[in-house]
T-cell receptor, first 112, second 115 residues
Framework: SQQGEEDPQALSIQEGENATMNCSYK?????LQWYRQNSGRGLVHLIL?????REKHSGRLRVTLDTSKKSSSLLITASRAADTASYFC????????????FGTGTRLQVTL | GAVVSQHPSWVICKSGTSVKIECRSL??????MFWYRQFPKQSLMLMAT?????????EQGVEKDKFLINHASLTLSTLTVTSAHPEDSSFYIC???????????FGDGTRLSIL
């Protein structure tokens, strides 16, 4: 299956700034999820947004979904050094029994 | 809650050796477990999906005789890399899901290095 694209590939910001990552996909989806991966570790589930939802919030995270443009964005507000990680979007395509297809990822570096 | 333990976290072995990686769901029963492979600075690629008590479903291009998957219980799945060679060196990550429609919970991965 074809992966989605994430943009930017890498992002470097200072602590306190907001970070925005974008994800585009090509299929019809059931839902889209965002995950975080610290270097050399597994993935941590951040948020899930269903295809009939447009926006979702969780703490400092805000996710939007535009199914007409087949895109999603993840906004991290008031970033912290501990937010430094790679962030991946993943789609569950319709008819795939909940199989995740991951995007290419954005490496976020938050400096003090 | 929803903790997935993967073991070992790191293994180095000689070419030709078979390596077994375990994935356990510690506080929930996982009807489905997934195995992924990740190359440095790249995304996760799904290798196979396993449902408890049945044969794994492999993704296109993944050799089922090379990567043996067993999901004999609701809390344990194993991936055996048979006769491993240097090109099998990679980061292998498992995930587990309690029921369809619920998020996958990931293990911390296994870094496999074949000399």
């Amino acid at each position: 299956s074809q992966q989605g694209e994430e943009d930017p590939q890498a992002l470097s910001i200072q602590e306190g700034e907001n970070a925005t990552m974008n994800c585009s996909y090509k299929t019809s989806i059931n839902n889209l999820q965002w995950y975080r991966q610290n270097s050399g570790r597994g993935l941590v589930h951040l948020i899930l947004i269903r295809s009939n939802e447009r926006e979702k919030h969780s703490g400092r995270l805000r996710v939007t979904l535009d199914t007409s443009k087949k895109s999603s964005s993840l906004l991290i507000t008031a970033s912290r050094a501990a937010d430094t990680a790679s962030y991946f979007c993943a789609t569950v395509d319709t008819g795939t029994a909940s199989k995740l297809t991951f995007g290419t990822g954005t490496r976020l570096q938050v400096t003090l | 809650g929803a903790v997935v333990s993967q073991h070992p976290s790191w293994v180095i072995c000689k070419s030709g050796t078979s390596v077994k990686i375990e994935c356990r769901s510690l506080d929930f029963q996982a009807t489905t477990m997934f195995w992924y492979r990740q190359f440095p600075k790249q995304s996760l690629m799904l290798m196979a999906t396993s449902n408890e008590g049945s044969k794994a479903t492999y993704e296109q291009g993944v050799e089922k005789d090379k990567f043996l998957i067993n999901h004999a219980s609701l809390t344990l799945s194993t991936l055996t890399v048979t006769s491993a060679h240097p090109e099998d060196s990679s980061f292998y990550i498992c995930s587990a899901r309690e029921n369809r429609g619920q998020p996958q919970h990931f293990g911390d991965g296994t870094r496999l290095s074949i000399l």
